[in-house]
């Protein structure tokens, strides 16, 4: 099968086959969606907020692409997550037709196949949140800068700092701080090239045009909350102060991200890691080595750590993974192996698992409801199998069914987990819509896909006698006199009776 229509068929079983198949998933994708909703329902397209309240966690573009989406489609889960599919597809093409650009179509077809299957993209590349969109323009912004560096051609220059301005609206300044420093740090040596391009007035006019007319009419509607909020408690401080929410690790903290991230292809990436010096000897792989070690580098030592930020650098990884090769058939196979082999156990050991939680917390009804079918085993036996009969085909198709096996695989996991624990919460709204229920406060629990379901805020307060609660079944116990609506796995809707 040629290679193009291999990617095709992919790309469209990964990112839009299942894309309604799926409730939201709390808390981002239902945050991101619910901020949505409620920017269509007051018409502004200016500031976002979430349950009625200020949401400076992201800038716009992303917003109003899935508004523009839902306007077509609906407000749905299909319609939240298109933006990101399309975006991740336009990634992956970037990265098909610049690796076939500099290398061969070969090489071409296996980076793109890394990131089309790889774990971490599969979660993120149809996901109803902004990082699909912002690893797009930070692959344009890359690539079109090399090629500037390569051809001295200003358009590409142009295209560099408009990949910049659209990632600014996207996600904020990293858009910047990327192709910023990693051209720096490439260019060290041609200072005055680096000083020139970054300052060009043509190019900088076209960055200006396109960020900062919302980043004005946001301080023009919210002033210092705005800079507050955006600028220095969402971009600043997620870096240089401590950590925000929780989200803490150790410098090693993107070690396993990576290992189990870039799963069915750990090993190549391992071994592409582990030469990585040897790429500093050719401009383009020296460039696309310092973009990844800048980006693993700075954020490990970054205060707040998320798993989605060490994506930043995958896809020079992805290239890089192709110019090295696994001697080791059995090693090539062995993340795709322990994986699903963790997984068929899974359906064994849940009895154990429950064992070890406390009994009544909101985790012990998650893993108690979750419901392994036939299906779920036959489907995991299978895959392992397979797995030992991979060792002796060739290269192709080991990568190849792996990558296809993979997507599957993680489809029916994220199956398995959203009828535990996303499909009550939506459950939960259908039924107090359907029943005309008003004024629900939401307690103790964060899940903002339940107000896009019920298609109404439902504000965090101190819940009152006579009050509609939505909460977590292991909060119940902090209630006096209430009478249960609804209840279904870890979550319960509720009414306090009046006194």
């Known amino acids: 099968m040629p290679y193009r229509l291999i990617l095709a068929l992919l790309i469209f ?3 839009y086959l299942f894309l309604g198949l799926f409730p939201l998933f709390n808390l981002d994708e239902g ?12 018409h502004n397209f200016i500031t976002t907020y979430l349950n009625g309240e200020l949401r400076f966690d992201k800038p716009i573009l992303i917003y109003w692409l899935q508004a523009s989406s839902a306007k077509i489609f609906g407000l749905n889960e299909f319609a939240m997550r298109l933006p990101s599919a399309v975006a991740a597809t336009l ?40 990082d699909a969109l912002l690893n797009l323009f930070i692959a344009l912004s890359m690539f079109s800068f090399y090629l500037y560096y390569q051809s001295r051609q200003k358009r590409y220059l142009y295209f560099t700092f408009a990949a910049i301005g ?8 990293v858009a910047i701080l990327i192709p910023l420093a990693v051209s720096f740090l490439f260019l060290l040596r041609d200072f005055r ?22 980043y004005v009419l946001e301080y023009l509607d919210q002033g210092e909350k705005f800079i507050e909020g955006f600028l220095l408690k969402h971009n600043i401080s997620r870096f240089a102060s401590k950590a925000m929410e929780g989200h803490r690790g150790s410098f090693s903290y993107y070690i396993p991200v990576l290992l189990i991230g870039l799963l069915p292809f750990t090993t190549i990436a391992i071994k592409s890691i582990s030469k990585i010096k040897n790429f500093f000897s050719e401009p383009l792989t020296k460039y696309l080595a310092i973009w990844f070690l800048f980006v693993f580098i700075f954020f490990s030592f970054s205060h707040t750590k998320l798993p989605h930020y060490i994506v930043y650098g995958y896809t020079p990884l992805f290239i890089l993974m192709t110019l090295v090769q696994v001697r080791s058939k059995f090693l090539l196979i062995l993340p795709f192996l322990l994986f699903h082999l963790l997984f068929l156990t899974l359906p064994f050991i849940k009895d154990f698992v429950l064992a070890k939680i406390k009994s009544g917390s909101y985790e012990f009804y998650i893993v108690q409801g979750l419901e392994f079918g036939s299906w779920y085993l036959i489907w995991f036996a299978a895959a392992t199998i397979i797995a030992f009969w991979l060792i002796k085909r060739q290269l192709s198709t080991i990568l190849v069914a792996m990558g296809a096996m993979m997507i599957l695989s993680l489809h029916a996991i994220a199956y398995v987990y959203a009828k535990a624990a996303e499909v009550p919460i939506k459950e939960a709204a259908l039924y107090a819509k359907e029943h005309n229920l008003t004024n629900i406060k939401m307690v103790g629990i964060n899940t903002p896909s339940f107000s896009f379901y019920l298609q109404a805020i439902t504000p965090k307060k101190e819940p009152k006698n006579g009050d509609i609660i939505f909460t977590k079944r292991s909060n119940l116990k902090h209630f006096k006199d209430f009478a249960i609506l ?14």
């Open 13 to 15: 079983i990964n990112f």
């Open 31 to 42: 945050a991101f969606s619910e901020a949505t909703r409620e920017m269509l329902a007051s």
């Open 91 to 130: 990634w992956a093409v970037l990265i098909f037709r610049f690796t076939k650009r500099f290398f061969d179509e070969t090489k071409a077809f296996f980076a793109t196949l890394f990131m089309v299957a790889s774990l971490q993209i599969s979660l993120i590349a149809k996901a109803a949140i902004a």
């Open 166 to 173: 659209f990632g600014v609206l996207t996600k904020g300044p």
């Open 193 to 214: 090239f680096w000083l020139r391009s970054i300052l060009d007035p043509i190019g900088i006019a076209i960055f200006l045009a396109i960020a900062l007319p919302w």
């Open 486 to 499: 609804f209840q279904k796995n870890g979550i319960a809707l509720i009414r306090l009776k009046e006194k």
